[in-house]
């Protein structure tokens, strides 16, 4: 889900090591040196140099002296920690100014850890010894944690597959819009937004299915009814608010109905609410009928939504699905296929899967399982999709 992985240290070498110093003696210097102990070296005279070349290629480390012409160390360091890919680089200055109010300096732009000039090479092999050492734990905290949330994810996505594939179908439906409107307008973080999408109908789990039909489809409901589907947002945003890492993606759903009341100052949820917003609006027009054309005019003419929002869906058209419906045995079922009809026991009482599932791991061994206990029915009416649509299910 990151934005861009950190380059991994390959083997054959300690780690990716810029070093950024106007004197060239010392830029050779310690570049001989490094490369010496099989670290990989880059090495620039300017801190504008340095911060392009960062930017396509992420160190593990620099090296960074403060005087310089055009910029100076501090506003090098303050420059890597203003942009989101470079900030959790760590800089070590090398300066001639050994000063305490210059090393505070330092420490406050960003850097951490001052080595004054002139240097003993020992001395900056350890301290870069240590610092990389510390990237590498960071670093494969941040991956363990990116790996949880993956699987928390996937795991409640599953969840809402299982449970309902009409909930698992309109999510994938606003996943595609949210999608849609986010490519055109160059969004950072746009996995936030689309993760929020995917979710946005998980508290809908609690409602009774013909509630939340009648809901989305825009037939008329008791109070008591309409209670319950306004109150799924909150139902989603509680539980997502247990997941490290989700606030933000949480924050976004409680809001979808009504992004015009959000009372936090964090453009990023109050931007994801309102694109909830419109994306739930459309699919609900499409859901119960309406025209792709004529839904997206009479959302225009209405006044309520983001006009960039609504030129990013101008060319939009949903996703056409590619496939063909068969009879198969229970055991020739596999990942990616939807299921046509309901599958029952084998004598008709219990409901296994419901019509519309996509069929995943988790479902096939539910499958299997019921067969060997309570018997299914030997052939199941599916769609069969092709190889774009499989490779597409797969993704989300």
Not at 15 to 28: C, E, F, R, Y
Request: charged residues 25%.
């Amino acid at each position: 889900m990151s934005l861009r992985s950190p380059q991994s240290t390959s083997a054959g070498n300690q780690g990716n090591i810029m070093i950024v110093d106007d004197n060239p003696a010392n830029l050779k210097l310690l570049d001989d040196m490094l490369r010496q102990q099989d670290y990989e070296v880059r090495s620039f005279p300017l801190g504008r140099l340095a911060l392009a070349a960062a930017e396509q290629e992420l160190p593990d480390l620099i090296l960074l002296d403060v005087n310089m012409p055009e910029m100076n160390g501090y506003e090098v360091c303050e420059q890597l920690k203003s942009r989101a890919p470079l900030s959790a680089i760590p800089v070590i200055f090398i300066s001639a100014l050994n000063a305490t109010e210059d090393k505070i300096k330092g420490f406050r732009s960003g850097g951490v850890d001052y080595v004054s000039k002139p240097f003993q090479f020992e001395e900056v092999h350890a301290r870069v010894k240590t610092q990389l050492k510390l990237r590498l734990a960071q670093r494969a905290e941040h991956d363990l944690l990116e790996k949880t949330l993956a699987g928390a994810v996937d795991t409640l996505w599953e969840l809402v597959q299982i449970s309902s594939p009409v909930l698992a179908s309109r999510s994938r439906a606003i996943q595609d819009i949210v999608g849609w409107i986010t490519k055109p307008m160059e969004i950072v973080n746009s996995w936030q937004y689309e993760l929020a999408a995917r979710l946005c109908l998980f508290g809908c789990l609690s409602l009774p299915e013909e509630v939340f039909e009648k809901a989305y489809g825009g037939q008329d409901l008791s109070l008591e009814e309409d209670q319950m589907f306004h109150a799924h947002p909150e139902s989603a945003a509680r539980l997502l608010l247990n997941i490290p890492r989700l606030g933000i993606v949480a924050e976004m759903i409680r809001w979808q109905q009504n992004p015009e009341e959000e009372p936090s100052t964090t453009e990023l949820i109050r931007h994801g609410a309102h694109m909830l917003h419109l994306a739930l609006h459309l699919d609900r027009m499409l859901y119960r009928g309406v025209a792709l054309r004529s839904a997206l005019d009479q959302i225009k003419l209405s006044g309520r939504f983001d006009d960039r929002m609504l030129v990013a869906l101008d060319s939009y058209h949903p996703p056409k699905m590619e496939f063909e419906v068969r009879r198969l045995p229970i055991r020739d079922l596999r990942i990616a296929m939807a299921l046509e009809e309901d599958v029952l026991s084998k004598d008709g009482k219990l409901l296994i899967l419901r019509k519309g599932t996509v069929l995943t791991r988790t479902c096939i061994e539910r499958l299997g399982n019921f067969a060997k206990l309570r018997g299914v029915q030997e052939m199941a009416c599916v769609r069969v999709p092709g190889l774009e649509e499989v490779e597409k299910i797969g993704k989300d």
